[in-house]
């Protein structure tokens, strides 16, 4: 695809059944996409450093043209082609710049950082934590949401996909813990935890 950076393994390690899921989503003409940046991004956007931004799983790009809007230069990462499309025509029809990476976070690293702000919005992939971690400048802030266990009262789900109560909050307890919570949300039929967290100027 014109325009995106797209690292030579993932490409051939797009497969299973979760990404046919999203891509089926994406593609859907039934499908109404979000628009509006997430609450929690919203809430704590006066709080957030200047710079470079990543967001993780951007999807259709609704958070990353968020921060661009905010005068951040945007990286964007995501495993579905459809949605990385989306993505870069809504910046477009804006007038905005986005960086966007084709990639399977689960085969191939996190783009280059240092960054002063990422974005984890709706995804849950254990083995960045650490990686987000070390992706943050000095000083730089991680805004974390996923869906908790509690998630499971409303429907099927894997349990391996949802976290664990606290998980988040321990996961990321080499950060400085500036906001966190997990809440539920019987009418949306979700249950979520919330981290905003700041890495310390000096290790
Ligand atoms: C629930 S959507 C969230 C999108 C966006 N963060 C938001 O809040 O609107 C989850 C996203 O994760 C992406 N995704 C799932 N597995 C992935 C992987 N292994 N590598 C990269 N992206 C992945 C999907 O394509 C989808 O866009």
Known sequence: MEGLQIPP????????????TWEERYASPRRRP????SAWLLTHADRLPGGRALDVATGEGRNALFLARRGFEVTGVDRSPTALRTARARAREEGL????HLADLEACKLPAGPFDVVVVMRYLQRSLFEPLGRALAPGGVLLYESFTR?????????????????????AFRDLEI???RET????????????LARKPLKP
């Open 34 to 37: 979000r628009r509006g940046p």
């Open 9 to 20: 393994t993932s490409l051939h390690q797009r497969s299973g059944s979760d990404f046919w």
């Open 150 to 170: 509690d998630y499971l009262k409303y429907g099927p789900r894997n349990p391996e996909h949802l976290l664990r109560p606290g998980e988040l909050r321990q």
């Open 97 to 100: 710049e986005l960086e966007l």
């Open 184 to 195: 539920e949300d019987p009418e949306r039929r979700e249950a979520r935890a919330s981290l």
């Open 178 to 180: 500036l906001a966190y």
